[in-house]
């Protein structure tokens, strides 16, 4: 199937490091995202990998691995602001986005 | 301010109705879709259109209809309202001719059918 997986919900301390996983399907890859949605606003875009690697970017670092099917999004110095789901998606071979249900991030201080 | 915008934010409708969810870009974005957002599932595409004058069926595209008589506007209609369709539309845009073809996302719009 077309399915993206990542886990419903995770919890993190102010000022620790987080990763949160995302696994795809692999056939009709087209590059990967990460949208950061804060409760009750639209999902605002934090990155786009399409090769290998880790691409990092401030705090937030997004990893792919193509072959595997897997993403992370690495998010560092945690702050309260950082609750919020985080959306991975696929982009398929129509260059249509295929997404997650999210993860929830709950930031304690 | 450029950027996307939705109308109305949020509206309360009678099964049966007619309802039209408003979508403006001030981007030149040539690409828009509509997706509806659901609690537990991901983002589903509505419909969508690559350019003016063209439009496509996205994964859950039955009781909507959509037009894209310029590159500025992409309304979507719900011809007759159901239950089933309370949810939380969003609208977005892309330049779909640039490497990551990231989307940028109205505010939504949320519709409750009773």
């Known amino acids: 199937g077309q399915n993206i997986d990542q886990p419903t919900e995770m919890t993190a301390t102010e000022g620790a490091i987080v990763q949160i996983n995302c696994t795809y399907q692999?056939?009709?890859?087209?590059?990967l995202f990460w949208y950061q949605q804060h409760a009750g606003e639209a999902p605002t875009f934090l990155s786009y990998?399409?090769l290998d690697g880790l691409e990092e970017k401030g705090r937030f670092s997004s990893f792919l691995s193509r072959s595997k099917g897997y993403s992370y999004l690495l998010l560092k110095e945690l702050q309260m602001k950082d609750s919020a789901s985080y959306l991975c998606?696929?982009?398929?071979?129509?260059?249509?986005?295929?997404w997650g249900a999210g993860t929830k991030l709950i930031i304690k201080p | 301010i450029a950027g996307i915008t939705q109308a109305p934010t949020s509206q309360i409708l009678a099964a049966g109705r007619r309802m039209t969810l408003r979508c403006t870009q001030d981007?030149?974005?040539?690409?828009m879709y509509w997706y509806r957002q659901d609690l537990g599932l991901g983002l589903r595409l509505i419909h969508y259109?690559?350019?003016?004058?063209?439009?496509g069926k996205g994964e859950v595209p039955d009781g909507y209809s959509v037009s894209r008589a310029n590159t500025d506007d992409f309304p979507l209609t719900l011809a007759s309202a159901v239950p089933s369709q309370t949810s939380v539309y969003f609208c977005?845009?892309?330049?779909?001719?640039?490497?990551?073809?990231?989307?940028?996302f109205g505010e939504g719009s949320r519709l409750t059918v009773l």
């Open positions: 977005a845009s892309s330049h779909s001719t640039s490497g990551s073809r990231e989307l940028f």
């Open positions: 998606a696929r982009m398929d071979s129509n260059y249509q986005l295929i």
């Open positions: 981007m030149r974005h040539n690409a």
């Open positions: 259109s690559n350019t003016a004058g063209t439009t």
């Open positions: 990998n399409v």
């Open positions: 692999t056939s009709g890859f087209n590059g």
